[in-house]
């Protein structure tokens, strides 16, 4: 019986190793996926838009078949043939975020969703889904993509936009890519936006874990113009024709920055090999936001815009929730009490060992005391993910709690580091 239990592992193992093996199943090009999300607070559903081919992949290529965060969503790729998970990813979506609001209790809306998967040699099943705050899956869409199908959109091989490289440290296959965009910069506006994307990426690799590992980071700055200068700011009456039709008082809250034109973004970049999405907005109106795996969009001209793109980037690609809270509030809808949050940086408790358990003194009170701040740089201090009871921050402060505090705290720089080595090896 040993030696067929010792195939038997060597096929297990060749397996799983079969399923890293990035050029046995994909090419060197990109799928772009653009699916429209539908629904209400009571259903939703996922309707394929669109296919389209990029010339070159940015992504990873190993961990294939793993996840780099549970995310509010994920995709998964199988080979049609075998039924082989060969890719997946995760995800939020800013429609997830509106299913919160009360809108979401009376009206049906749709937004627009891209995602970049690697292109597959053979015909392949995509399955994605949405997870609700108590990771219940909501909703799931599955398809058929056959690399061979004429309707699949072949971009970025002409009329690429504009773009100046501000830091490379390598190709596209051994670094992770940032592509910094341009909104509501017209075309004599273009020295500006090259400078305020100058700024923010020094901004970025002025903190950790980012300044350390900045030979594993390529910055493009991409210059989209738009016809009028500035964004939208909807309470003002103030409308512009911008190059991703951004604009503040998101979900009805001033200083929420977002847009829901996400296919603009990602034409305005065809061509041009990216991972990760910066938009800088050219005003001096304060506000941002960031949807991991999505995009960050922020103000460029306003006095905190240097700490707010590190913390919206936090967001995006760290997967970093909020540490700030309310007080006498609790948003139990956004983050169930009994339910422990996906990110990384805050806990419901539930299932603390998941999180910075391993980094706390033995003796750290709980919740951690704020007059002890000193004693305990890491403890579990009470209030985060915006509600002030239940929810618990790894520090006293952190770039991720307020602009004012100068770095992101030990636990948050750990998470963003786990997420760049697992890009990155």
């Given amino acids: 019986m040993k030696p067929f239990y010792c195939i038997l592992l060597f096929l297990l193992i060749t397996a799983g190793s079969y399923g890293q093996n990035y050029s046995d199943h994909f090419l060197d090009k990109t799928l772009r996926v653009d699916y429209i999300f539908t629904g209400d607070i009571k259903q939703q559903s996922i309707v394929l838009d669109e296919l389209s081919e990029l010339p070159t992949w940015a992504g990873r290529r190993h961990h294939l078949s793993e996840l780099p965060l549970e995310g509010n969503g994920q995709i998964t790729i199988k080979d049609l043939s075998t039924k082989q998970c060969i890719y997946k990813t995760s995800f939020s979506s800013l429609f997830q975020e509106w299913l919160s609001t009360d809108e979401a209790k009376e009206t049906t809306k749709g937004f627009e969703n891209s995602f970049l998967l690697p292109y597959p040699k053979q015909p392949v099943e995509v399955e994605i889904i949405l997870l609700n705050p108590r990771k219940e899956v909501t909703t799931s869409y599955k398809h058929i993509v056959h690399p061979d199908d004429i309707l699949i959109h072949k971009r970025g091989t002409s009329h690429i936009t504009p773009h100046r490289y501000l830091l490379q440290s390598g190709n596209e296959k051994d670094c992770i890519d940032v592509a910094i965009l341009a909104e509501g910069y017209t075309d004599k506006?273009?020295?500006?936006?090259?400078?305020?994307?100058?700024?923010?990426?020094?901004?970025?690799?002025?903190?950790?874990?980012?300044?350390?590992?900045?030979?594993?980071?390529?910055?493009?700055?991409?210059?989209?113009?738009?016809?009028?200068?500035?964004?939208?700011?909807?309470?003002?009456?103030?409308?512009?024709?911008?190059?991703?039709?951004?604009?503040?008082?998101?979900?009805?809250?001033?200083?929420?920055?977002?847009?829901?034109?996400?296919?603009?973004?990602?034409?305005?970049?065809?061509?041009?090999?990216?991972?990760?999405?910066?938009?800088?907005?050219?005003?001096?109106?304060?506000g941002g936001g960031g949807i991991y795996n999505s995009y960050t969009l922020t103000t460029a001209h306003h006095p905190m815009f240097k700490p707010v793109v590190v913390h919206e980037f936090g967001h995006s690609f760290g997967g970093l929730a909020d540490e700030y809270f309310y007080e006498d509030d609790v948003m139990t809808d956004t983050y169930p009490l009994n339910v422990e949050p996906w990110e990384q940086n805050i806990t419901t408790r539930v299932d603390f060992s998941s999180k910075w358990k391993d980094m706390l003194p033995s003796d750290a009170p709980i919740p951690t005391p704020v007059s002890q701040i000193e004693?305990?740089?890491?403890?579990?201090y009470e209030g985060g993910g915006y509600s002030a009871k239940g929810i618990y921050r790894p520090a006293f402060n952190c770039r991720m709690k307020t602009n004012e505090y100068s770095e992101f705290c030990p636990v948050c720089q750990r998470a963003i580091r786990r997420v760049i080595d697992f890009y990155v090896p």
């Fill in 189 to 286: 506006e273009m020295d500006i936006f090259y400078q305020d994307a100058e700024k923010a990426c020094e901004s970025l690799f002025s903190h950790e874990p980012f300044r350390s590992t900045k030979n594993k980071f390529n910055i493009v700055a991409v210059a989209s113009p738009s016809i009028d200068s500035g964004v939208s700011v909807p309470r003002e009456n103030t409308w512009k024709h911008t190059a991703v039709q951004s604009h503040f008082d998101t979900f009805y809250s001033d200083r929420y920055l977002t847009t829901s034109r996400v296919k603009s973004i990602h034409n305005a970049l065809a061509g041009i090999p990216y991972e990760h999405i910066i938009i800088l907005a050219n005003t001096d109106v304060y």
């Fill in 375 to 380: 004693k305990y740089p890491i403890g579990i």
